[in-house]
């Protein structure tokens, strides 16, 4: 079906993990970042894709998930047969625990998929996990980690990949104390978001990139509040791009929208880099429904997402506006990023019963999100 894409106007094509994973979190949790699940076929059967891709004019674009891999890794599952203390526990971030009996987690920080960000092993001691348990957190101090994946990104790009979008890309250096915080009143700077010593991480795969004759893309998830602190990404020897959530959780108001396109084009031209503009992705709820309700924003807020989940939604008045918003989006300038289905006009399918949802984030709030 290539060339339905391409006839569409496509020009890029983004394929989520397509790596072996267990799928605690829809392939996110990588076990091999250079093999493809059986799942979804062989390497070979994606080195044909590519080259098919390519014959029609469509670049691909793979994901990259720097900040974790799968507890099933071959890393981690030495690293907790080696014990404490071994040069293998050194590629992620385990601690001894506080309290008596080390029972307490090492710090007070939270997962983003609910409870505590620390998982107590055998031995006594605890990993760190920002997301799902099943996704232990790289130590990126350590330089094994970020030879590994200089090498991943050559591997695909020698595959014939046009580009990588990188999976949290903000969230991958910690404060190496591991101090407490107060989420309700962040500290700057943040123990584990934005900190300042990741632009020299991306300035080495932006290097990596730029050393291939047809130049490879570094495309950024990036969610941030702060747009100056967001630009920096895109300086001219990071990344080329960055996904635009503002404009996503953008609420459908005509001023609303202006501000934001304004805000956003001029926080781009400092930096010389393209903007982007997304209407939904995997994280979100799709905007043809979100469209169709009274409250129109969408924000990360879990007690937001919980208000409005099942809202009613006119999917009359939600298409319409879905419609207009397409039209808007695609006349602005910079790329456009379009979340499968889309291209119909699907809406959010909202009446799951629960033993049918795999969202580590629904199990590990007790179905609130």
């Known amino acids: 079906r290539l060339g339905h ?20 979190d829809a392939g996110y949790d990588v076990a091999d970042h250079r093999d493809i699940d059986p799942a979804f076929g062989t390497l070979a059967e ?45 590629l992620f971030w385990f601690r001894d625990g506080r309290g008596p009996d080390g029972a307490e987690p090492p710090n007070n920080w939270p997962s983003i998929f609910g409870g505590p960000a620390w998982t107590r092993v055998p031995d006594g001691q605890w990993y760190l996990h920002l997301f799902a348990p099943e996704q232990p ?24 990949v046009d580009g990588v979008r990188i999976d949290s890309a903000a969230l991958i250096v910690k404060d190496p104390e591991l101090a407490d915080f107060d989420p309700a009143a962040p500290p700057v700077p943040h123990p584990y978001t934005d900190r300042d010593g990741i632009h020299e991480i991306y300035r080495g795969w932006r290097v990596v990139a730029d050393s291939y004759p047809d130049r490879r893309a570094l495309i950024g998830e990036i969610w941030l509040a702060d747009s100056a602190r967001f630009a920096r990404y895109l300086r001219a020897d990071e990344m080329h791009t960055a996904f635009n959530f503002d404009f996503l959780a953008c609420p459908w108001e005509a001023a609303a ?9 001029a926080d781009h031209a400092p930096v010389g880099a393209p903007a982007t503009w997304v209407l939904s992705n995997h994280d979100v709820t799709r905007h043809v429904t979100r469209y169709g309700r009274a409250d129109t924003t969408f924000d990360h807020d879990p007690a937001h997402r919980r208000r409005l989940h099942g809202s009613p939604a006119d999917p009359v008045l939600g298409s319409n506006r879905a419609r207009a918003a397409a039209l808007l989006t695609m006349a602005l300038p910079g790329s456009v990023y379009l979340y499968q289905g889309e291209q119909l006009g699907l809406a959010e399918v909202e009446d799951l019963p629960d033993q049918a949802r795999q969202d580590p984030m629904f199990a590990r709030s007790g179905g609130d999100n």
Not at 6 to 13: H, K
Not at 138 to 143: I, K, S
């Open 5 to 24: 894409l391409r006839d569409l106007g496509v020009d890029a094509i983004w394929f989520s993990p397509w790596y072996p994973s267990p799928m605690a």
């Open 257 to 265: 929208l202006r501000a934001n396109i304004d805000t956003t084009l």
């Open 137 to 160: 957190d790289f130590n990126w101090n350590n330089p094994k980690v970020r030879e590994e994946f200089a090498d991943i990104l050559r591997f695909w790009f020698d595959l014939g």
């Open 46 to 90: 994606a080195s044909k894709l590519i080259a098919e891709a390519h014959d029609l004019g469509l670049r691909i674009i793979v994901d990259i998930v720097p900040n974790h891999c799968s507890d099933q890794h071959p890393w981690f599952v030495e690293a907790l047969g080696a014990g404490p203390g071994a040069e293998a526990r050194e």
